[in-house]
């Protein structure tokens, strides 16, 4: 595909449980971003990737929240033990190098219940 | 840490009329984003401005950044419905060898008949 793709794109969960979000940026781009978009926080950066690495990962809220990527492609945050405070739109960006515009997917809605 | 703040929040205007969104950043970045995100949508990006006094226009919509005084605007002339939507400003910030955005809270504009 031409974008930056994500799924689910809504995720209802109970409080406690695991959840897994996926993100495939677009083809060639080798730096990949997540943020968080919440009513009370605004949009908040969590993680970024250059190739497989992620050199800074002092944006993730907790212990809790954890992320990897493969292959230069495929990213996944997984969030453990979920609690209301995590629902929000988790979106997922990428851009051909760290320096150039990002291009963001249309998101996961997550609800905590 | 990088702060970056968006006047007005929100923002009622008549169509046909011209208004000014702006941007504030409180350390030295040399690149500075627009976002438009419709409800429901992702985010568009609209303009990057890469260098002191850059100017950029896309229709009704022209932004400008100025460096030294740490300041973007984004200047709509005889605004259209279509118009509406919540526009952001990001500013990328340096962490550890890469960079990420960093977010204003937004300018949520309605334009009305």
């Known amino acids: 595909g031409a974008g930056v793709s994500q799924s689910p794109s809504n995720k209802v969960t109970e409080k406690g449980k695991d959840v897994e979000l996926r993100c495939d940026p677009i083809?060639?781009?080798?730096?990949l971003y997540w943020y968080r978009q919440s009513l009370g926080q605004g949009l908040e950066f969590l993680i970024y990737f250059q190739g497989n690495s992620a050199p800074d990962k002092s944006g993730l809220p907790s212990d809790r929240f954890s992320a990897e990527r493969t292959g230069g492609s495929v990213s996944t945050l997984t969030i453990q033990r979920t609690q209301q405070e995590d629902s929000a739109v988790y979106l997922c960006a990428s851009s051909f190098k760290v320096t150039q515009p990002q291009h963001f997917g249309d998101g996961t809605r997550l609800s905590i219940l | 840490e990088l702060k970056v703040e968006q006047n007005p929040l929100f923002l009622s205007m008549q169509e046909g009329k011209n208004y000014t969104i702006y941007c504030n950043y409180s350390?030295?970045?040399?690149?500075l984003y627009w976002y438009r995100q419709d409800p429901g949508k992702s985010l568009e990006s609209l303009f990057v401005l890469l260098s002191n006094g850059a100017v950029k226009q896309e229709g009704r919509l022209m932004a400008s950044l100025d460096t030294k005084a740490r300041l973007s605007t984004l200047h709509i002339t005889a605004a259209v419905h279509d118009l509406s939507a919540t526009y952001f400003c990001?500013?990328?910030?340096?962490?550890?060898?890469?960079?990420?955005?960093?977010f204003g809270k937004g300018t949520s504009l309605l334009v009305t008949p």
């Open positions: 350390t030295t970045s040399d690149r």
């Open positions: 990001a500013v990328d910030m340096e962490r550890n060898s890469g960079y990420a955005l960093n």
């Open positions: 083809s060639g781009h080798t730096a």
